[in-house]
């Protein structure tokens, strides 16, 4: 089992930052897998936000955040981070991060965390 903890949403003005951090434990580890943020914001589907590979090597985003988001992990204290910059009303959602399983799944899901960014 892997449990994901999200932690650093909030209010923010819009062009406000906000840095989400997710937190891995349990008895499988995710230092070797990747690991991806998506949100969901009210009455919409979860979408794809990033996505980082085991290494850090490799970085994905969804074009809406590109530019604006970076995605990064430390493998030592198990931890991925999301640093938003130029925050944007539409990107109010609850974020969560996942793991990305060898089958190409997302397999573990953490609780989410909530960003609110006010116009």
């Known amino acids: 089992q892997v449990q994901l903890v999200e932690s650093g949403g909030g209010l923010v003005q819009a062009g406000g930052s906000l840095r989400l951090s997710c937190a891995a434990s349990?008895?499988?580890?995710?230092?070797?897998?990747?690991m991806g943020w998506f949100r969901q914001a009210p009455g919409k589907e979860r979408e794809f936000v990033a996505a980082?590979?085991?290494?850090?090597?490799?970085?994905d985003y969804a074009a809406s955040v590109k530019g604006r988001f970076t995605i990064s992990r430390n493998n030592a204290k198990n931890t991925v981070y999301l640093q938003m910059s130029s925050l944007k009303p539409e990107d109010t959602a609850v974020y969560y991060c996942?793991?990305?399983?060898?089958?190409?799944?997302?397999?573990?899901w953490g609780q989410g965390t909530q960003v609110t960014v006010s116009s």
């Open positions: 996942a793991r990305r399983s060898g089958t190409g799944e997302y397999d573990y």
């Open positions: 980082i590979s085991w290494n850090g090597g490799s970085t």
């Open positions: 349990g008895r499988t580890s995710s230092s070797y897998a990747t």
